[in-house]
T-cell receptor
Framework: NAGVMQNPRHLVRRRGQEARLRCSPM?????VYWYRQLPEEGLKFMVY????????ESGMPKERFSAEFPKEGPSILRIQQVVRGDSAAYFC???????????FGPGTRLTVL | GESVGLHLPTLSVQEGDNSIINCAYS??????FIWYKQESGKGPQFIID?????DKRQGQRVTVLLNKTVKHLSLQIAATQPGDSAVYFC????????????FGKGTKLSVIP
């Protein structure tokens, strides 16, 4: 039973480019969460999605960032016109419907040059 | 909102000794608490959880203690091993209806052989 999958594991972008991060939840999980982690910091909540719905995006910057979880396929976190301050590790987690426990993927480390 | 803090950013223990990692939270409505272990370059790994209707929960070599009066949480690791070296985070749900996990900054545990 595969865990949460994220790709790419490492992503390098130049300022102004777009970054697309993908997350496939654990089998049977319909809830996806995205978190951002800066060096030496804890994880910060960004957005919570269920299939085709954004439930809570209170932690996501209003501009340049968007997330989706389509009916088919992985969840996507999209960052447009990246800036150096976007450099961080981005983690996806998933949970079963109604469950508290969130299982995390290995993360995508984004570096903006 | 919720804030979560750790008492010590780093902790060094001798192999075989017991480790205690502490965490404080701010929201008295918080009802679910999780300890995660994060090894370098990896995503957070679930260790143990506890609900607010409990004071103590034990797992294999780990014990979590919850003191709701002072809003304090601790993780005890018995007979610490080199493989326990990692950063440990406490994470808190802020009450009914909330799906955001609020993370502390983490304690880096180093085990001395």
């Amino acid at each position: 039973n595969a865990g949460v999958m994220q790709n790419p594991r490492h992503l390098v972008r130049r300022r102004g480019q777009e970054a697309r991060l993908r997350c496939s939840p654990m089998k049977g999980h319909s809830h996806v969460y995205w978190y951002r982690q800066l060096p030496e910091e804890g994880l910060k909540f960004m957005v919570y999605l269920q299939k085709e719905n954004i439930i809570d995006e209170s932690g996501m910057p209003k501009e340049r960032f968007s997330a989706e979880f389509p009916k088919e396929g992985p969840s996507i976190l999209r960052i447009q016109q990246v800036v150096r301050g976007d450099s961080a590790a981005y983690f996806c987690a998933s949970s079963q419907n109604g469950a508290y426990e969130q299982f995390f993927g290995p993360g995508t480390r984004l570096t903006v040059l | 909102g919720e804030s979560v803090g750790l008492h010590l950013p780093t902790l060094s223990v001798q192999e075989g000794d017991n480790s205690i990692i502490n965490c404080a939270y701010s929201n008295s409505a918080s009802d679910y608490f999780i300890w995660y272990k994060q090894e370098s370059g990896k995503g957070p790994q679930f260790i143990i959880d506890i609900r607010s209707n409990m004071d103590k929960r034990q797992g294999q070599r780990v014990t979590v203690l919850l003191n709701k009066t002072v809003k304090h949480l601790s993780l005890q690791i018995a007979a610490t091993q080199p493989g326990d070296s990692a950063v440990y985070f406490c994470a808190v749900y802020s009450g009914a209806g909330s799906y955001q996990l609020t993370f502390g900054k983490g304690t880096k545990l180093s085990v001395i052989p």
